[in-house]
């Protein structure tokens, strides 16, 4: 028996420790006033194509029903969110604050914290276009990463204006300037010097280029400013400014740095972006920004920030720093043998009861239950009840 | 450790960091998966990798050409017609295969790992795709090139999330490899 290629079982103690890391998420997300939904794992694609960008689209498990409808398992869980809000959720008081845990699939080249089939927790808030809204999907992001023990887990942001606003400031045609964004994107510093070349004055070109390898606070969002020649990259960075701002508040300065070449998914993002990161990790640990457009292509004139991320991806951090203090199995409290009715008063008293069939003696009892770290051993045998406490 | 010096595999610096010497192919591994936070790594290598690295700087030393080649008698540097299916030997099969399928020319691509300049002179193939320094190794096997397809040198790439959690360190390593070094 072999599994398709990038699924894979969960054994008792390997599920145990997703369901902690789970529900420590779904705890931070109540404490915000989240509410968690579901929707199926299979939709109509067409009514999940209009959300998906194409590089989703193209890794997307498509299959035909028995009418020949196309179905997709849905890769992600912001659409499918946006075409439920936009349907039975329209008439909801705005803003909404949804949350998730859903299983996702996605046609990948398995590989460490990319799997097809996995786990992506997040939440939306919908109807905000505010900065608050925006600082909160922060916060909560850095909540979650805190309540799982990743308190030194650090974030950059960025403003998706602000790229085109430094790029306006040279003559770039179409293609060259998606072909920059995909090398600043990439951090790939060689092409882009090659790409920008001509566009403009020489330390013009490198002014950007270097920006592209810079990473900071303040310093970034200055050279950001004199570079950005539009109104909407100046109102980007005012943005992270205040961002910036509200979250030194709140403790969290050191641990967040502008990056203008973090660049996620640009055909799905329209304004603030931020990635979380851990060293030891070689992937981002969760993502996410605002998609002021997802919605109203769903009829739903509503802009939305929202950010998600892997568990399994939380699980390889985890292990990788020998985090093992999630999942413990739970302790039996006692042993039964010989007797339904005292297994089910002990259930019914809030213990955790395993039963024993194999009608052993008492010696080997006390022997299993010693192995099995179990403290209290009950005995039924023809009317006869003993209980014996077990030390080890 | 082997006491040899010349057997080592890693290398600890004065500032403490440490240097992994590995076979210039897996670099962009062990850089990809952060085994190594960054690497010095030949642009040819860099091509035939899918990795997700960051090419950071050309430090512009290593030069090296990647061309097509093939043996004199042949006479296809001087424009003589080539076979109709053309055998390609090459240790640089991505590479090789972008620069014919640019051109439409359908080639069967050969994969060796050493010594391709053997490949036309056995009858193996009709052309190979190799690295070509001083062009000695081409002269002494009688072959020449047919088509330059680009030139290598030594590139600074990094891990892209090492980037992020060791910022100060490899930017200022980055400033130190892009500095000119002095006459």
Redesign the interface.
Known sequence: MRLPPGTRDWLPQELRRKRAVENVLRGVFERWAYEEIQTPNFERFDALEAGLGEALAQKTFLFADKTGTQIALRPEMTTPVARLVSTRMREAPLPLRLSYVVPAYRYEEPQ?GRMREFTTAGLELIGAESLDADAESLFTAIEALDALGLGDA?F?INHVAIVDGVLAGLELDARHLAESKTLIS??????LRACLAGSGPQDAVEAIVRLA???GREDVLESARSLCRTDAGLLGIERLRALLERATTLGYGERL?V?CSLLRDIEYYTGFIFEG????????LCGGGRYDTLLPRFGFDSGAVGWSLSVERMLIALERRHSTHFGAAPAIDVLVSGSDVIAARERAAGKIVRIDFDRRDEAELVEEARRRRIPRLVIATSGDVREVKVTW | MPDDPGRRLTVTTSDGSQVLLLRPTDVPAYVEFGAADCGIVGADVLWETTGNVCELADLRFGACRLVVAARRIDRYHEGAQLPTFLRVATKFERSAEAFFAERDVPVQLIKLHGSVELGPLVGLADLIVDLVATGNTLREHDLVVVNEIALSTARFVVNPIRFRAKYAAITDLLAKLERPVPA
């Open positions: 460490e650090h950059d990439g951090r790939n510093i060689v092409a390898l810079t990473r740095n990056d990161f851990a060293n030891e990790v070689g992937f981002g």
